[in-house]
């Protein structure tokens, strides 16, 4: 985002806030090719105490809340209107977060990550016990990313717990990639907006399950399926 465009934001966020003071959702601007404590400061203990953000990726805009709480991750379904047979995917700030999630860490996943995090492939792996039922499926498995973001990796190793990662739109609505679409669907609904401008866009990530032998590309997205052709070779 561009120093024009940004400036602009503030403006525009600063005026909001003074029409919906009466509305519990916060909206808070960010540069997300900066990394600013102060506001990362102020959004975690929202996180903390079970609330639901809306914040900015390198594809679209996705619903956050700590993995770990029932109450978050029922939050997200209830406002999304999400089958509740449909588990979420979560964003790490790094690779030491992933024994928090799985039950199995396939020794091929250290190649792939090498490959291709971060940026936009989600992995599934057979996640663990301690995670919310809902958080796996009826498959228990748990989709991780790694975010190109350094925006949202910061925010996430403040918090000290992955965040969900559903795109933070109403279920079946197209993937948002800009605030206002953001603020439509989820002001009132949500604690905080962060709005970080447009995102990107384009296709979502790639999801690659490797909680199977054959390793199957689930969904085709930003990495394409030819980058992951060396998979389909047999593996011990």
Sequence with gaps: MNSKAYSGLLVQADLLM?????IKTREFLV???KIKMDIIETIVPILEKDGIIAYPTETFYGLGGNIFSPEAVNKIYNI???????PLSVVIADTDMIPLLASEIPGVLSEVASRFWPGPLTVVLKASAELPRRMTGPKGTIGIRLPASPW?????????FPLTATS???SGEKNPDDPESVRRDFW??????????RTPGGK???VLDLSLPDAPILREG????SDLAWLRKPRS
């Design 204 to 206: 979502p990530s790639t």
């Design 152 to 160: 949202v990796r910061a925010l996430v190793r403040r918090a000290g």
């Design 188 to 197: 009132g609904k949500i604690d905080a907006l962060v709005n970080g401008g």
């Design 168 to 170: 933070a739109n109403l």
């Design 222 to 225: 930003a990495v394409p399926a």
């Design 80 to 86: 999304k209107g999400r089958d509740f047979s449909k």
């Design 18 to 22: 003074m029409i919906d003071m009466g």
């Design 31 to 33: 540069d997300t090719e």
